[in-house]
T-cell receptor, first 111, second 112 residues
């Protein structure tokens, strides 16, 4: 079966711009989580959605937001980009009781 | 903060067993031990998880001590492709799935 698909794979944006990243979970998975990975901070949890509702949120500023659609696809948005937002953004989906399956990520570079 | 402690790095000879330790002395009764690995620039890959009994699947074995304060992930015959960062995570099971709190993990280098 198809894995977790994230688009785009690479992205270059300018400071102050906004960006939207997309994640298509494995078919049947209703839980989608987002993580940010940087060399300095490692993997950090952003938020989790389940059935279109945000269920958990990490310690990130309000510039980071997300949503989930009725087909379980999810998007995350970062507004007013800062250089420090350069990172690998990972999406993961899961079925209750199973481990998370991660996508390959979107590498965002802010210049 | 991560609730686990792992050595920062380990080496293993190709074909030998790789034993990766993890300390989780504050684990709660309803928390499972999960293992993931991340090969450079890819998303983390789920390996195995367990509560208190030893577990085995096609990728690895998980040995959890009787007091559940530590565990060991065993890759029985390590190959070069097992070179990765391995993360040990404790988390609750079911209900609100909650987030995975990743520590710094163990960088395993499998050498020919």
């Amino acid at each position: 079966k198809a894995g977790v698909t994230q688009t785009p794979r690479y992205l270059i944006k300018t400071r102050g711009q906004q960006v939207t990243l997309s994640c298509s979970p494995i078919s049947g998975h209703r839980s989608v989580s987002w993580y940010q990975q940087t060399p300095g901070q490692g993997l950090q949890f952003l938020f989790e959605y389940f059935s279109e509702t945000q269920r958990n949120k990490g310690n990130f500023p309000g510039r980071f937001s997300g949503r989930q659609f009725s087909n379980s696809r999810s998007e995350m948005n970062v507004s007013t980009l800062e250089l420090g937002d350069s990172a690998l953004y990972l999406c993961a989906s899961s079925f209750p009781g199973e481990g998370y399956t991660f996508g390959s990520g979107t590498r965002l570079t802010v210049v | 903060d991560a609730k686990t402690t792992q050595p920062p790095s380990m080496d293993c000879a190709e074909g030998r067993a790789a034993n990766l330790p993890c300390n989780h002395s504050t684990i709660s009764g309803n928390e499972y031990v999960y293992w993931y690995r991340q090969i450079h620039s890819q998303g983390p890959q789920y390996i195995i998880h367990g509560l208190k009994n030893n577990e085995t699947n096609e990728m690895a074995s998980l040995i959890i001590t009787e007091d559940r304060k530590s565990s060991t992930l065993i890759l029985p015959h390590a190959t070069l492709r097992d070179t990765a960062v391995y993360y040990c995570i404790v988390r609750s099971y079911g209900g609100s799935q909650g987030n995975l709190i990743f520590g710094k993990g163990t960088k395993l280098s499998v050498k020919p």
